[in-house]
């Protein structure tokens, strides 16, 4: 018998998808919101975008885990995957949008949870892969889901220049094991950018091809 054989191998993290602000517009821009299901979805996705929050922890929020005063959303140890509890600031128009998606919501809902589904019960991991599934097929971009907006908070705050411990503190993450995965990718932009952008390019003749050796 292997002696390994009891030990747990370590996960490895799924496909980093990381969305281009044009395509997270057009996917905010889908759900209508002429239909409580419309409304609900673009606060709902706002909101994963504002904070990084897990889909699973976003179909189990409370409205009164949302701190309107100091604009905070609490995600309980019962609701977080690590059982630790965080507080995570909330944008102006995220606010906004879970505001309108409250106040559409009947009052028999008092109880039921923010994103709840449109008989007011706790919308299922099913359910939501199928509400991401409609808005990915009428833009057009098949490999969206809802994981994809937790990357894109990600990566969008460390290039919009957060730090990375309170990136770590945001998702939720004990440790820098899985931000090195978005730190990378952010290391590709900043390569990209040199190689676009650097000022000695515009100062010497750049050469056809790159060179490994000076010969003798």
């Excluded at 030990?7 to 993290?13: A, D, K, Y």
């Excluded at 609900?40 to 701190?67: F, N, Y």
């Excluded at 411990?165 to 939720?172: E, P």
Aim: aromatic residues 6%.
């Amino acid at each position: 018998e292997n002696p390994c054989s009891r030990f747990r191998s370590r996960r490895e993290p799924g496909r980093i998808i990381v969305i281009p602000d044009d395509v997270l517009r057009r996917l905010l821009d889908a759900p209508c919101q002429d239909r409580y299901a419309g409304v609900r979805d673009r606060a709902m996705m706002m909101l994963m975008i504002d904070t990084g929050t897990r889909p699973q922890e976003i179909r189990k929020l409370m409205p009164e885990d949302v701190d309107f005063d100091a604009q905070v959303l609490n995600i309980r140890g019962e609701v977080a995957k690590t059982k630790e509890p965080r507080s995570l600031p909330i944008s102006d128009i995220a606010v906004v949008a879970i505001r309108k998606l409250l106040s559409i919501r009947p009052p028999e809902w008092k109880g039921s949870t923010l994103f709840c589904t449109e008989s007011g019960r706790q919308m299922s991991t099913k359910v939501l892969g199928e509400r991401f599934k409609v808005y990915r097929t009428a833009i057009g971009e098949q490999n969206i889901c809802a994981y994809s907006l937790r990357h894109s908070f990600a990566t969008g705050m460390i290039r919009h220049g957060a730090s990375a411990d309170s990136v770590r503190i945001m998702l939720g993450h004990k440790n820098f094991d899985m931000l090195k995965v978005y730190l990378h990718l952010c290391d590709d932009d900043v390569r990209r950018e040199h190689e676009a952008h650097s000022p000695l390019l515009s100062l010497l003749p750049q050469p056809t091809k790159r060179v490994r050796r000076v010969k003798e």
